[in-house]
Nanobody
Framework: QVQLVESGGGLVQAGGSLRLSCAAS????????MGWFRQAPGKEREFVAA????????YYADSVKGRFTISRDNAKNTVYLQMNNLKPEDTAVYYC???????????????WGQGTQVTVSS
């Protein structure tokens, strides 16, 4: 079992930056691939970024590539999402996710956090 708690959301102007954090419980955090998803009002949840358990691989949605960076600190059981050059269309609830499979963490992860709101004003 993995429990995930996101933090770091908030209100920011277009062009600004935010860093989201996701703290995971459990001693096996380093075994899990981690991901970020988001859901805007009236839209389906969509994949944002993923990172493998050993930090070797990362993967991004085209909409955030070059602006967002996913990272993790296995010693702190935490995964991060650094978001730069934010746009109003990035406004959404951001969810942290975990799965033992790097493939599945990008599609249907087993574990989800409760989400944190990010609002980007124009």
């Amino acid at each position: 079992q993995v429990q995930l708690v996101e933090s770091g959301g908030g209100l920011v102007q277009a062009g600004g930056s935010l860093r989201l954090s996701c703290a995971a419980s459990g001693r096996t955090f380093s075994s899990y691939a981690m991901g970020w998803f988001r859901q805007a009002p009236g839209k389906e949840r969509e994949f944002v970024a993923a990172i493998s358990w050993n930090v070797i691989s990362t993967y991004y949605a085209d909409s955030v590539k070059g602006r967002f960076t996913i990272s993790r600190d296995n010693a702190k059981n935490t995964v991060y999402l650094q978001m730069n050059n934010l746009k109003p269309e990035d406004t959404a609830v951001y969810y942290c996710a975990a799965d033992l499979s790097y493939t599945e963490v990008r599609r249907m992860p087993d574990y989800w956090g409760q989400g944190t709101q990010v609002t980007v004003s124009s």
